[in-house]
Nanobody, 128 residues
Framework: VQLVESGGGLVQAGDFLTLSCTAS????????MGWFRQAAGQERDGVSC????????SYKSAVKGRFNTTRDNAKSTLYLQMNNLGPEDTGMYYC??????????????????????WGQGTQVTVSS
């Protein structure tokens, strides 16, 4: 399994970015997917989870109303549209595949121990 994130960059507060995560080596449409971010010196934190068919999406409270997660199973690609970015959104953003017996579904905000096959990440830096 390979996950490749892209779309990060340096932006100003209030700007927007859309991240992409392209998957290969798995039946992408069978799995829930998660977005995580890790700020310098901090633990990897769940941002969003989307069920295998995109019907159920959960978000970390700090990003609700600003971030939008979607997926295109035909393209094996996961997206994270981030609006009204702030310095607190700075970090390395990762996508990952849901593991375990409920691999198709999300259980609220994703917890990193329930996910695997991590990509290399894409850096998002928001200046104030």
């Amino acid at each position: 399994v390979q996950l490749v994130e892209s779309g990060g960059g340096l932006v100003q507060a209030g700007d927007f970015l859309t991240l992409s995560c392209t998957a290969s080596g798995l039946n992408f449409g069978d799995y829930a997917m998660g977005w995580f971010r890790q700020a310098a010196g901090q633990e990897r934190d769940g941002v969003s989870c989307i069920s295998h068919n995109g019907a159920v999406i959960s978000y970390k409270s700090a990003v609700k109303g600003r971030f939008n997660t979607t997926r295109d199973n035909a393209k094996s690609t996961l997206y994270l549209q981030m609006n009204n970015l702030g310095p607190e959104d700075t970090g390395m953003y990762y996508c990952a595949v849901k593991k375990g017996p409920a691999w198709r579904y999300c259980a609220g905000v994703p917890y990193y121990e329930h996910f695997g096959d991590w990509g290399q990440g894409t850096q998002v830096t928001v200046s104030s």
